[in-house]
Nanobody, 124 residues
Framework: QVQLAESGGGLVQAGGSLTLSCAASGDPTRLNSLAWFRQAPGNEQEFVAFIRWTGTSHYYGDSVKGRFIISRDTAKRTVDLQMNSLKPEDTAVYYC?????????????????WGQGTQVTVSS
């Protein structure tokens, strides 16, 4: 019923910026909350950012707070992640996810639909 597709990943030097996009399609009633997660090799999934489709309640993980900005474009049906002041430790596969509930949730197990992910590599 829902499909998510990430794009915009790539290679960037430390201190640089990248913007990721997540294109959403399908049942809009299941797209109330959207989030970005990331996973580096050997690590567990880490919460990055949260937003409601209404645009309210921006929420960020501690490791990216002040550097990343989440937003949504209702016309394009995308959720974007602006990543600034990138560090090598930001290197990971970045995933977007969505759920019907509107509460702020950082646990990946509570998200119903996921994209395939996009690789972000930050070099020194």
């Amino acid at each position: 019923q829902v499909q998510l597709a990430e794009s915009g990943g790539g290679l960037v030097q430390a201190g640089g910026s990248l913007t990721l996009s997540c294109a959403a399609s399908g049942d809009p009633t299941r797209l109330n909350s959207l989030a970005w997660f990331r996973q580096a090799p050997g690590n567990e999934q880490e919460f990055v950012a949260f937003i409601r489709w209404t645009g309210t309640s921006h929420y960020y993980g501690d490791s990216v707070k002040g550097r990343f900005i989440i937003s949504r474009d209702t016309a394009k049906r995308t959720v974007d992640l602006q990543m600034n002041s990138l560090k090598p430790e930001d290197t990971a596969v970045y995933y977007c996810a969505t759920r019907r509930g509107i509460t702020i949730v950082t646990d990946p197990s509570r998200y119903e639909y996921w994209g395939q992910g996009t690789q972000v590599t930050v070099s020194s």
